[in-house]
Each structure stands twice: as structure tokens, then as C-alpha cells.
């Protein structure tokens, strides 16, 4: 059963083709309509120039979905690129890459928005992560997933530092620099190590090339150890008694340690006795009264603040 057509869609047809160049008797060829009826309608329409450059191409075919309601993705406008400009091999790296970059694309957009300037159409490009049917609740659902994302990132280091922080003393109050450029590298690492594109290097070949640095300096037993400053109280270690199966060695202990202990009494300083010089004693003895009263009474004389004659007896 042959589909009939309407005459408005014969019409659009005719119009198509004369804008893509199409002469008279190639449409007539190409359609099979009357060619009266081919002269007819594509009076007046004009002839669409085809894209000079590769720029032009590209634009000519990404202006159309981006005026749409739902905009241009990302994926979609490269691969408009890629269709346009091709790929090249890349003689250093050995493989074939996009003949476009980010200028490139950066181009195609302004030149999107200067065509739609004075029409009521609006260019939008959309990121690939966009749901269609809920733009906003998609972007709300990934910005909470990066806040837990974050939460834990920060724990995990935090708990890095506590256990393996470089250089720590015991007394510092702020971090050191060595240990702040030790957080931020911890964190690049980690990042490294969980997520593939956050690094153009391959995670093998990251695995590898810490593997081999950190085994090399647990082998380096002359390596300067960085200084640590720890302040203890002092402690004392007691070596058990051993025990033979006789109480006599428990009081063979007890008494060892009385004499450590007497030993480690301190002893008070020796008295400082000032003698009395003989001559002056015998004066004493032949004055008149009691010899023992005035010894007692006696006050030695003083020379430049001085005791004159002492002698300490130890």
C-alpha cells in the first residue's frame, strides 16, 4: 500500500532541496513531481550557502540543538567535533587524538550565541550529568553525595596525620610546615589512588612507583631520623624477685632494698663549731667567778664579719 503525501508536504520537500542547491530537473529527479509544479514552489527560495570551513560546519550543526528546550550535551557537541575535524595520529604518545581542543569548542559556543542575539531563541549547553525530566533535583542529589564525599575525605586524613604526621612534638601547639605539606599531599594521594581520572597516571604505575620509594627507606638504616623532643617523668624499673620456692629470698630482696634506701638518705651537713682560743681560756679561768659560766658567756670576736678562729670538725 503506497502512503500518500499531502500537497503542503510536497511543497516542504521542494523547498528543502532548493535550499540545499538542488537545480530544477535534479529536484523533478529526485522527487518525481510534476516539473510545473516544481517551478512553481521553489520560486523565491533561496539557496543556503554551504559552510566555507570545518568552524562553520560545526556551528551550522550545533546551532539547532542548542536552541532546543532541553539544550546541547556535552557528549553531543563533541561529537559534532569529532565528525567535523577528524582525529590525528599523535607521533610522541603513539596514539590517534581529537583534531579539536577546548578552543575550539569555546569558539563554537560565542558563535552560537551571536546567531541567536537577535532572535528569541536561547543557546544552552548542558552538562552530560544533567537529568532531562529533573535538572534541579539531579544537581541537588550530586552536590549532597560531594559533601559526604568531603566528610569522609577529611576523617580519613585527619586519622592519616594523628597516626603518621612527620616530625611530631609533643608540645607544639600549631603544625609544622613539613607536616601541612604532608596533609595536602596525603589527600592528593588518596584522591589519586580512588578516583582514575583525577591523574593522568595509571594507578599501576602509581602503586608501583610508592611501592618502590617507601620500601627503599625502610631499608635505610643510617637515614637521619628527624629529632624528637619528649618530655617524661622519669620511672624506675624494679627486676622482679626471682622466686626459688624459699621466703628467704623474698627477705634477702626486702633487705637489699632497706640499704639502697639508707643510702639514698641525704645526710645533714656537719655543724660548724667554733673553738675558743686557749689563751683566752686560760684568762677566762683566772678572773674571778665561775669558769664555766663565763664559757658559756662567751662571744667570739668577729674580724671583717668573720669568725676569726674555727675549725669544723667532720
Not at 624528637?228 to 620456692?245: L, S
Request: proline share 4%.
Amino acid at each position: 500500500m503506497t502512503t500518500q503525501i499531502t500537497t503542503e508536504e510536497k511543497v516542504a520537500k521542494v523547498k528543502e532541496l532548493r535550499k540545499q542547491g538542488l537545480s530544477r530537473n535534479k529536484i523533478v529527479a529526485a522527487t518525481g513531481f510534476p516539473e510545473r509544479f516544481v517551478r512553481t514552489h521553489m520560486e523565491g527560495v533561496e539557496v543556503e550557502k554551504a559552510p566555507a570551513t570545518s568552524f562553520e560546519l560545526a556551528v551550522s550543526r550545533a546551532y539547532p540543538l542548542a536552541v532546543r528546550p532541553q539544550g546541547i550535551k556535552d557528549y553531543e557537541l563533541r561529537n559534532i567535533c569529532f565528525e567535523v575535524y577528524g582525529s590525528k595520529w599523535d607521533e610522541e604518545k603513539g596514539v590517534y587524538t581529537v583534531a579539536y581542543n577546548k578552543d575550539t569548542l569555546y569558539r563554537i559556543k560565542q558563535r552560537c550565541a551571536e546567531l541567536a542575539k537577535d532572535t528569541d531563541s536561547t543557546p544552552v549547553f548542558v552538562m552530560d550529568w544533567v537529568c532531562d525530566e529533573a535538572p534541579a533535583a539531579s544537581r541537588v542529589a550530586l552536590e549532597q553525595a560531594a559533601l559526604i564525599l568531603e566528610a569522609k575525605l577529611v576523617e580519613l586524613v585527619e586519622g592519616f596525620m594523628c597516626e603518621f604526621a612527620t616530625g611530631v612534638d609533643a608540645d607544639q601547639l600549631e603544625s609544622t610546615e613539613a607536616q601541612q605539606k604532608q596533609q595536602y599531599a596525603a589527600r592528593r594521594h588518596i584522591l589519586k589512588l580512588a578516583i582514575k581520572e583525577y591523574t593522568p597516571e595509571n594507578t599501576e604505575g602509581l602503586l608501583a612507583r610508592s611501592l618502590s620509594l617507601t620500601d627503599a627507606l625502610d631499608d635505610t638504616s643510617d637515614m637521619a631520623a628527624p629529632t624528637v623532643v619528649e618530655r617524661r617523668t622519669g620511672r624506675t624499673t624494679e627486676a622482679p624477685v626471682k622466686d626459688n620456692g624459699s621466703i628467704d629470698a623474698f627477705y634477702d630482696a626486702w633487705a637489699t632494698d632497706v640499704v639502697i634506701a639508707e643510702q639514698a638518705v641525704a645526710k645533714p651537713a656537719a655543724p660548724i663549731v667554733v673553738a675558743m682560743p686557749v689563751a683566752q681560756i686560760e684568762q677566762l679561768a683566772d678572773d674571778d667567778g665561775d669558769l664555766f659560766d663565763r664559757v658559756a658567756k662567751y662571744i667570739p670576736q668577729y674580724e671583717g664579719g668573720r669568725i676569726a678562729e674555727h675549725h669544723q670538725f667532720q
